[in-house]
């Protein structure tokens, strides 16, 4: 008879747990903003930094920097500040092929930048490697290699002042527990320091931080490309809020819009009007299964946003 | 006498700045999110990585965190859903995390004798959850936490955010299922569930 006796449980190994422990009380003093504070702080001001904490949501991430929305923006659902009339004339991409030494040094400094990963990446293969030749600002991802081994991808991401900005990697031998892998929360998915991925019908993806002109992204094997900023999470070192207000969306970093237009060039997707939202649930193209749950009490797959076939 | 500090007290210190005190709370929880992390992924490397990440989660979502009589556990292991099902973001978030904290450590995995020490186990979780894939998910969700996991119903019905009598009614659905099913619910019960 089958019977569902699982294993005895195990300690975490005292290497990594030490490691680990080390290194959460570490982010905790840096994003609190207090180094190697080891005190407790006095309650109210505990209190007024937890109501500033409240307005940052997981897996959305704020913006570094000071911006300021611009004098003609207008609110848009959700929340967030787009810039208005110019959203349709961007500049075309400026790309160009990296060269092979420059794929290689690239392919070597995320090698590094990912050597105590569980996973390595040295046997995938590079299937693309380029640059934005120009960007608004350093701290924007310029450069994207993209690696393939089997159906698994991983793309890593450089920014302007050649540091690794960030990588993602995903497919069935990398996150076989993750059945929302496949599927994208909406016609263009944001994954990763500008990349992501979106459905056969989008023929145009453009990005925009408040503020900036639209950019136009890259378009290649069902991924999109553009230059945006490393998140992070900055709070103001002497209280108040967050200084880009959290989006509550999945794959939208706060202050970006994302939008895709189809072939006939007409807008279908406008993230600041109905990007994916974290308080919703998600199911498969399918509609047979609840993927992602998020706050939502009783999810169904008919209650619950359809997520979106990829390619 | 030694007092211990409840997970509330080292909640509210922790979300007050208290490093050591989410340190404490790591210690205290570690294993049993790690073990519910393993359960869940089939891989103690995997679990590994995404028991930081679990943390992570905690800490950054602290305004929102609902303790079970003083256990924090419960919504720990809520979290470690959430994580498990955004696996890649989860990693991704723990490294920008450390990057940020100019922590990128150099550190290579090296627990090649507990590996192999765990290959019979990974093989023997392997058929209990073939086992467990016959269930419907919400039905599976449940046996996780308290068969697997050994929360009680309340504490489970913290884990997934619903009322303690869907926690019930799920529950005698599964031992229902289960037993048309042919499968035993022998299982461990030596998780912790208070601080």
Redesign the interface.
Known sequence: ?????????????R???D???D????????????P????????L??AA???V??G?A??V?ALKGSRTTPTGTAPAAGGQKVASGNTSAPQPARTRKLSAAETAAFRNQCIEFT????NSFASFEVINAFEYVKTARPGLTKSWLVARKGMDYWICSRSGDGSIA?????GPN????????PYLFAPVDG??EGTGMYIPSITRVTVQHHGDDPVEAVLKDGFWFAPME????PLPKNGGRPITPDNHLIGVMPGWTIRGYAGDGKLVYDSAKNGPRVEKCYSNPART???????V??PTPATCERMFDWK | MIMTATDRVLWDRASGGDSEAFGQLYDRHARAVYNFLYRRTASWSDAEDLTSAVFLHAWRRRADVVLDRDSALPWLLRAADYTVRNEWRAKLRYRRALAAAHLLADHQRDHADEVIGRLDTDHHLEQARAAMKRLPRQEREIVELCVWSGLDQQAAAVALDVPLGTVKSRLSRARKHLRELGISELSKTSVETQP
């Open positions: 008879m089958t019977d569902l006796t699982t294993p005895p449980d195990h300690d975490l190994p290497p990594v747990r490691r680990q422990r290194e959460l009380v570490a982010i905790v003093d840096h994003e609190f903003g207090a190697r504070r080891r005190t407790a702080v006095p309650l001001a505990a930094t937890v109501a904490i409240a940052l997981f897996g991430p050597k105590d990963y569980q960030g990588d993602s990697a995903f990398i996150s076989p527990a993750g059945k929302d892998v994954r990763g490393q998140d992070s999470f299964e609840v993927l992602v749950v998020n706050s009490k009783h």
